[in-house]
């Protein structure tokens, strides 16, 4: 015990000394802001978690028609941000074909909700005379919250049957939105270049 008491008087005489309690203050401050940075960290990644879309899939057949099937498994709605649907042969010379559903872009699916996406290769098939059962299908799903503060993309390839899922939209989807962006401004500028055109040929008619 006087040890105990002797080491604690030393440390005091120390901590008296000229700039040796600014050193402590900024080590309890230092710390101090760790661990508030911890608990921020946390706090994102349980709300994170909270919104982020849950969705399952799996492949409906029907006569003549093939579907994705898709379903909100979470109680908050989500919004589509790509629809891609692949196809992969199984030959010596593979093909991938891709059906890429710009309809389902930025549309909403309410929490439990379901919907069925169609998808028919048959063109594409017959263009490659590659039969149906040299065809592997994989659904890929960019989904997000309403507030678009979280991305999850699903995969369902039907050979394995399990779906997988990747946080964040990864620089594949990137590159298709800004392909897709400068593919609308292209077709704007061309409709609003032939409506000019046509408001100049009513004009000669005149």
Not at 45 to 58: D, G
Request: charged residues 20%; proline residues 2%; hydrophobic residues 40%.
């Amino acid at each position: 015990m006087p040890f105990l008491l002797h080491q604690f008087e030393r440390l005091w005489y120390w901590v008296q000394q000229g700039g040796n309690s600014n050193i402590i203050l900024v080590g309890i401050t230092a710390a101090y802001s760790f661990l508030t940075l911890r608990m921020m960290q946390a706090t994102n990644a349980q709300a994170r978690a909270m919104a982020m879309p849950s969705v399952s899939l799996s492949i409906l057949h029907a006569e003549n028609e093939d579907f994705i099937y898709v379903k909100n498994t979470g109680s908050q709605s989500l919004v589509f941000l790509e629809v891609l649907l692949k196809c992969y042969t199984h030959r010596k010379d593979p093909k991938l074909l891709v059906d890429d559903q710009f309809g389902f872009i930025n549309a909403v699916l309410a929490g439990g909700a379901s919907s069925n996406i169609r998808y028919d290769f048959t063109a594409q098939r017959r263009e490659h005379n590659i039969q149906m059962s040299d065809c592997s299908i994989i659904a890929s799903i960019t989904v997000s919250d309403l507030p678009r503060t979280v991305t999850a993309r699903y995969s369902f390839p039907v050979t394995y049957g399990a779906v997988t899922c990747q946080l964040g939209k990864g620089w594949g989807y990137r590159f298709r939105c800004l392909g897709r962006e400068l593919y609308w401004r292209r077709n704007r500028v061309t409709h609003r270049f032939l409506d000019l055109v046509g408001w100049l040929k009513s004009l000669d008619r005149r």
